[in-house]
C-alpha cells in the first residue's frame, strides 16, 4: 500500500519452529520497479527476516534481524529532480506498523549506484560483505558495522573526474538513526583503502 510502483517477489519461506517465538521469513527473487521509468531500483536474489511473532499477533512487523544475499540497489535523481527513490509513500503522521528493531545486520554481494542528471554525479560501489550488532547502550542506539566493499567509482564533478576508481575499501561505520529527523546519521567512522586511513561523518535524509 505504501509502495507507488511494482514489487515482485519470486518465493517466500514461512519457519516458526526454528526460533520460537520469533519467525524466520525469506523472501527470494525480489524486485522494486519505480512508476516513472519502470526500472528495477532494488532486487534481491535472498532477504531473511527475523521477526517478533507475538508482535505480528498484535498486526505489528518488528524485524531484529536481516540478511541481503546479492542484489542491486540503483537511485536516479533526473533532470527534473525526480528520484526514483520516492515511490515510497507513508502517511502523512508518520504511523505504520513496520517497525525495524533491528539488532543484527548482514550484507553480502549488494551493489549500489546512484545517478545524478544535473551535476553529473556517480557513484558504484558493492558491498562485499558486511555485518553489525546494534549497541543496547545510549538513548540512540548505534550499530557497529565492519566490512569489505569494492569501490567502482565515485564522481563528485565530473571536471575532476573519478575518486577511488576501482578499489577494494576496508569499513569501520557506526551508524543510527534519527526517527525524529528521519535522518541516517553516520557518526566518527573509518574507511581504509591502499592502506590509508579515512575518517568520515554525516547524515543521509
Known amino acids: 500500500q ?3 510502483g511494482e514489487l515482485s517477489i519470486g518465493k517466500i519461506q514461512l519457519n516458526i519452529f526454528n526460533d520460537f517465538p520469533r519467525l524466520s521469513l ?8 519505480d512508476s516513472a521509468y519502470q526500472k528495477e531500483i532494488f532486487t534481491a536474489n535472498r532477504i531473511y527476516l527475523r521477526m517478533n511473532l507475538l508482535q505480528l499477533v498484535r498486526k505489528q512487523i518488528d524485524f531484529s534481524k536481516v540478511t541481503l544475499e546479492g542484489g542491486n540497489f540503483f537511485l536516479l535523481r533526473d533532470s527534473s529532480g525526480y528520484l526514483n527513490a520516492d515511490l515510497l509513500k507513508f502517511k502523512s503522521d508518520g504511523k505504520t506498523s513496520l517497525d525495524f528493531d533491528l539488532k543484527e545486520l548482514d550484507i553480502r554481494d549488494l551493489q549500489f549506484s546512484f545517478h545524478e542528471d544535473q551535476r553529473g ?4 560501489f558493492t558491498i562485499v560483505k558486511l555485518y553489525g550488532v546494534m549497541a543496547d ?5 548505534m550499530m557497529h558495522l565492519s566490512g569489505l566493499m569494492h569501490v567502482d567509482s565515485m564522481m563528485f564533478n565530473p571536471d575532476r573526474g573519478s575518486f577511488f576508481k576501482d578499489k577494494l575499501a576496508g569499513l569501520e561505520l557506526n551508524l543510527s538513526f534519527d526517527r525524529d529527523k528521519k535522518q541516517l546519521v553516520i557518526h566518527p567512522s573509518k574507511f581504509e583503502i591502499d592502506k ?3 575518517d568520515g561523518h554525516g547524515y543521509f535524509d
Open 2 to 4: 505504501n509502495i507507488n
Open 26 to 33: 525469506t523472501l527470494r527473487d525480489l524486485s522494486v520497479k
Open 121 to 124: 554525479q556517480h557513484i558504484c
Open 137 to 141: 547502550s545510549g538513548l540512540a542506539p
Open 196 to 198: 590509508q586511513f579515512y
